[in-house]
């Protein structure tokens, strides 16, 4: 059965004196919502879009205020089934986000056969007057309730989660990094964005002529860069590591050559950067509709993980999660089900990495699995499947079976959900960036970032980032 969230009054039923109020307060995603349908993108009436140095708080468009009136009359008095006729509005202040308002009509006067004339005003919380108006309408003139009607879910992606990743590595010194074979467009504009931001120094490494042909080409200017000539990839991958072992570098980064040439020369037995640890990729995504980052590992490097591998990439990324400011992660060992099923090994597997976390085989975070992927990040199938967990519906972390399932995962929510993307491979003595061609500039720049705060938490054993809800250290 629905429930009736309004009926309302007929023109019958109307008097002279009736009044009816409603009260909202204005939010900065009000502001966005009403830039988007009316196409006013006056930077006034939008959050930090004012211009620079201006502090002042944002200014809600005149008609934004006007429209309350509207949602008292269609929703309370008269109520569904009212059509506005005209309406004189004066205003009289201005309103800001923060604000509570209370719109209010009352009846001024009835006109046969259906007409209504209403007095309006729209108050602050401090009792002054925002607005006055005249609203003449068609009052309905048979019964109409308004159920309860769902809107469609709007969801806001503003970016945010990776703008603070990127702020947090403001006094933190750039990152000498080595960058392999930079010789097309994407990757060049890329390290000259993340150079400007203060994040990198870099080093480009690779076939000089080539390299100054694709910044010419590409309009990037790469005078303040070194360049250090290499005659092919194969030999930029090799002396990009070459670089680090030289203390001249302290991080990698992909350019135009395949993500296997740099993998093949970092996980060399004598001149890589293996360490005892196996190295793994990790996805940071901002995924809209999420309040925290979510982390997608491996994805790009192990192919068919055995169980100890596995629990590397579990440390992996519970060591990244810590350093971009999440001081516990949940981590879901991801399967099919939320149950141990030995026909489904990757349940076994979860379930025993789970255990080896119980018993400080793994550290630092809260490890739970098996766990399915509708029950490790929504609340409610966690709690509708009976799950009593830590983690389950909160999780933080996903640790899929294989790389098959975690890149499909990582690119769906990336192109179908619209998540903002950025990744670091792990493990290594360095941060390796393998930055995709088909990545952004705020994905290149976020990975940069990722790679940044990777180096400050190894160095000093803390995150540069303040944890959400906790206070911005002094």
């Known amino acids: 059965m629905h429930q009736v969230v309004a009926t309302n009054r007929t023109f019958d039923e109307i008097s002279v004196g009736d009044s009816a109020r409603i009260e909202r307060t204005l939010t900065p995603n009000d502001l966005l919502v009403f830039a988007h349908a009316s196409g006013n993108l006056n ?23 006007a429209t309350l009136l509207s949602a008292v009359l269609g929703n309370r008095l008269p109520g569904p089934g009212t059509l506005y006729k005209s309406q004189a509005v004066e205003f009289l202040g201005r309103a800001h986000v923060g604000d509570t308002l209370t719109a209010t009509v009352t009846v001024r006067e009835k006109r046969p056969p259906n007409i209504v004339v209403f007095d309006g005003a729209i108050t602050n919380q401090r009792g002054e007057t925002v607005a006055t108006a005249v609203c003449e309408v068609l009052a309905p003139t048979a019964r109409a309730t308004l159920e309860d009607i769902s809107l469609p879910e709007l969801v806001f992606h503003q970016h945010a989660k990776f703008d603070r990743l990127i702020s947090s590595c403001a006094g933190l010194p750039p990152l000498p990094t080595a960058v392999a074979h930079p010789c097309d467009t994407p990757s060049l504009r890329g390290v000259a964005e993340a150079a400007k931001a ?37 030999a930029a991958a090799a002396r990009a590591v070459a670089l680090v072992h030289e203390d001249r570098a302290r991080a990698v980064m992909k350019g135009a050559l395949h993500s296997d040439e740099v993998l093949a020369e970092i996980v060399k037995r004598d001149g890589g950067l293996r360490t005892k640890r196996r190295i793994s990729h990790v996805f940071v995504l901002d995924a809209p509709g999420l309040p925290h980052l979510l982390l997608v590992t491996d994805a790009a490097i192990n192919i068919l993980p055995d169980l100890m591998t596995k629990a590397d990439i579990v440390q992996n990324a519970i060591d990244l999660a810590r350093a971009i400011g999440i001081p516990k992660p949940k981590v879901a060992v991801m399967s099919a089900v939320e149950t141990v099923n030995p026909a489904i090994p990757s349940s076994l597997d979860a379930a025993i990495l789970s255990k080896m976390a119980d018993r400080g085989q793994i550290t630092g975070g809260l490890v739970d699995g098996p766990l399915a992927m509708d029950n490790a990040i929504d609340i409610d199938a966690a709690r509708t499947k009976g799950i009593a967990s830590v983690v389950a519906g909160m999780a933080e972390v996903l640790v899929v079976p294989n790389l098959e399932a975690g890149n499909m995962l990582a690119k769906n929510l990336t192109f179908v959900a619209h998540a903002d993307s950025a990744g670091l491979v792990v493990g290594a003595a360095v941060p390796v960036m393998l930055t995709s061609r088909a990545d952004d500039a705020r994905a290149r720049l976020a990975s940069a970032a990722l790679a940044v705060l990777f180096n400050h938490w190894k160095t000093t054993g803390e995150s540069a980032v303040t944890p959400l809800g906790a206070a911005p250290a002094a």
Do not use: Y
């Open 43 to 65: 930077p006034l009436h939008l959050e930090g879009r004012q211009g620079e140095g201006d502090s002042d708080v944002t200014v809600a468009p005149s008609m934004w205020v």
């Open 198 to 234: 203060g994040l990198i120094i870099p080093l480009l490494v690779g076939p000089e002529a080539k390299i100054r042909a694709a910044a010419a080409a590409a309009g990037v200017d790469i005078t303040a860069f070194e360049i250090i000539d290499a005659p092919h990839s194969h």
